[in-house]
């Protein structure tokens, strides 16, 4: 199973392993950013937004791994059920 993540994402340990840790350290400050605006609405404006766009543009959006694509059909739907 580990490998055929990899395999599937078709990225090296070390290629995925980078992005896991930055994607998880954006996220991370795009939860922080997203509470202190919440307490103080002048201080990061569109911060959290940002990284979570920016995240899916680049990196989910064309990915190769097909349960992505599923994810992202199914998100779209949820929303047009709302």
Do not use: C
């Not at 992005?19 to 939860?31: C, D, K, M, S």
């Not at 990196?59 to 998100?75: R, V």
């Amino acid at each position: 199973m580990f490998r055929e993540h990899l395999k599937i994402s078709k990225v090296t340990y070390l290629q995925h392993l980078v992005w896991a840790v930055t994607a998880g350290v954006r996220l991370i400050y795009a939860g922080l950013a997203s509470i202190i605006h919440g307490l103080i609405p002048s201080l990061f404006d569109g911060s959290a937004p940002k990284q979570v766009i920016d995240i899916y543009h680049n990196h989910l959006e064309d990915h190769p791994n097909p349960k992505y694509k599923d994810m992202i059909g199914k998100a779209k739907q949820n929303k047009r059920t709302l």
